[in-house]
């Protein structure tokens, strides 16, 4: 079984940067492709980004540039780096991992991007 566990999160102005680590424990080596997704009030769930085992990385148009996914296999710990940050980025962030055919989701973490 593989646990997730989210941290970074916080209040931060426009403009301002914040990152997210999310921390994997248990059968790590199960681990292959891990992301980001987001849910804002009232709305749904969406994809931000992911990244390969590889560390091949993908981002939805609306964070390109903006933010950054990176991921350290001997720390078991993904980031997501997020820069510029803008008000419509608030939501609870929270990270998956594909662990063989199961997806595994880590519990959130709040960011508010105030204006």
Known sequence: QVQLAES???LVQTGGSLRLSCVASGSVSSI????????APGKQRELVGTITSSGRT???DSVKGRFTIARDNIKNTMYL?????????TAVYYCNALSRT????????QVT???
Do not use: C, F, H
């Open 8 to 10: 970074g999160g916080g």
């Open 32 to 39: 292959s492709a891990m992301g980001w997704y987001r849910q």
């Open 58 to 60: 993908n981002y939805i």
């Open 81 to 89: 780096q997020m820069s510029s940050l803008k008000p419509e980025d």
């Open 102 to 109: 199961q997806l595994i989701w880590g519990q959130g973490t």
């Open 113 to 115: 991007v105030s204006s």
